[in-house]
């Protein structure tokens, strides 16, 4: 009994920690109103958090050895608890980005070394399941999300979306301290030198390159000097962290790791993932939003038969994941997840609930049957003493991947959308018979209800305006899908990089990732 509440002590924070990335999405109208921001402005209190978030997962390894595994977790616990608290009662912008950025901090160190403390609590023959369930929080947090924050916002304000971490919060402090064993004295190294130089370069490179991405398509790109600017720090300031890194005795980050080809192909396909499964999260709820005009809460009920849909195949991972080779499961999972791309290239005026029902277990089923074999197949041909190093670099690569898949849709749909609308306004000719006689159809009809010539052409302009934007957004929707399916088909040539069978490490290895 004992084991299983420390299981739901680290599973708690990580669920807050995934959840917290995405629940603050649908409450920004909200808090713009409540705090006087633009939408630019507002737009910080997510890029605060994930770019705090992406510049301490790396390093989580290293604060782990320094301090102490449990004594890391239990800081990040009572740092997330606090500066969640800090949000709520924000009364400006200012302080309220202050605090999403120590949010981050705290929280990635949560997820980092959760699962790690869930691996080592159990015994061989209850791992699986205790991973699947654990992993079951992980992939249902972010539909989880916004369904939440929706129902907090519309009932109780948008401060309560930082307000439900806190009892939450202190339940798992306490549990942490009162039944989690202490760290052994050999498992803590407070001697070895502190690489500032390595962690100022790369809080530089990664700060400022998800800056990039997530600021770039609002401020049009390189159109602006604010953009420029940050890409040129970004590449300076990565390439200067991967020189210091390989160059240094004691490094922050171990980028030598990458000397297994496991840890190339795997991190790179962990970012494909990143890309094209949170990309689908991402696009569904917003073409919902914008073209079917779903509320916040209506977007997100969306997500949830998929999310039980992974939490079945969670389950069912359990107890197939050591009989089944990790290429083999992420093979299927990669088409299953193309499937829910090329049916999602059906969407059209009338698509609905029904019609996105299928697509999203699909993609619920094909996450879970590519997250967990992917960290086995990664980091289980790694030595035990660079699985730590190895995890957090794989973690990195998968959180980017998220973080560019979300910026490219974002600059795609956009262009995608103007590119469609000029084809369809070009068709739109007054020597076109189908298009004078639509118009005057429209005229008439508005006619009898303005009594004004005039005025009724005006509507019956508009009218097809609006048809025209809503056909062209439509069509920009399904390019999207059709190159996250695409994406999966023609990154599979990745997987010949991984290990084919799990090995001795491959239980460690997935539970050092998250």
Known sequence: ????????????????????????????????????????????????????????????????????????????????????????????????????????????????????????????????????????????????????????????GWRWIFFINLPLGVLAVLMCTTFMPSDRPEEINRTGKVDWSGIGLLAVGLA????????????????????????????????????????????????????????????????????????????????VQDYLHYTALQSGMILVPGAFASAAMMMAYGKIGNKVSPRTMIFFGALLTSLTGFLLMDINPDTGTKQLFWPLIARGFGSVMMFMPLSIATLGP????????????????????????????????????ALHRSVLVERISDYRPQVGERIDLLTNAFTAHSGSKQVAHDQAMGLLDRIVSGQAILQSYEDIFTYVAALFIFTLPLLFFLGGKPNKNASDAAAAAH
């Not at 917290?20 to 999405?25: A, F, L, P």
């Open 382 to 417: 790694l030595d035990k003493k660079d699985i730590a190093a190895g995890s957090g670099f794989y973690s990195l690569t998968r959180q980017l991947g998220s973080s560019i898949g979300i910026a490219l849709i974002t600059t795609l749909l956009a262009r995608r959308e």
């Open 1 to 156: 009994m004992l084991k299983w509440v420390i299981a739901l002590a680290a599973s708690l924070g990580a669920i807050l920690e995934v959840i917290d990335t995405v629940i603050t999405n649908v409450a920004l109208p909200d808090i713009r109103g409540n705090l006087g921001a633009t939408l630019s402005e507002a737009g910080w209190i997510s890029t605060s958090y994930a770019c705090a978030n992406v510049v301490i997962i790396p390093l989580s390894a290293w604060l782990g050895y320094r301090f102490g595994r449990r004594n890391y977790f239990v800081f990040s616990l009572i740092g997330f608890t606090l500066a969640s608290l800090l949000c709520g009662i924000s009364n400006s912008l200012g302080m309220l980005i202050f605090a999403r950025v120590l949010q981050g901090l705290a929280g990635g160190g949560l997820l980092a070394k959760a699962q790690s403390i869930v691996f080592e609590t159990f015994s061989a023959r209850e791992r699986p399941l205790a991973q699947a369930i654990f992993g079951l929080g992980v992939i249902v947090g972010p539909a989880i999300g916004p369904v939440l924050g929706g129902w907090l916002t519309d009932n109780m």
């Open 208 to 287: 400022c390159f998800q800056l990039f991405l997530e600021e770039g398509q609002q401020d049009d790109w390189f159109e602006s000097r604010f953009i420029c600017t940050v890409a040129i720090a970004s590449v300076i300031g990565i390439i200067l962290f991967i020189w210091r890194e390989l160059t240094t005795e004691h490094p922050a980050v171990d980028l030598r790791v990458l000397r297994y080809r496991s840890m190339i192909g795997g991190s790179l396909y962990s970012a494909v993932l990143g890309m094209g499964l949170y990309g689908i999260m991402f696009a569904v709820p917003i073409f």
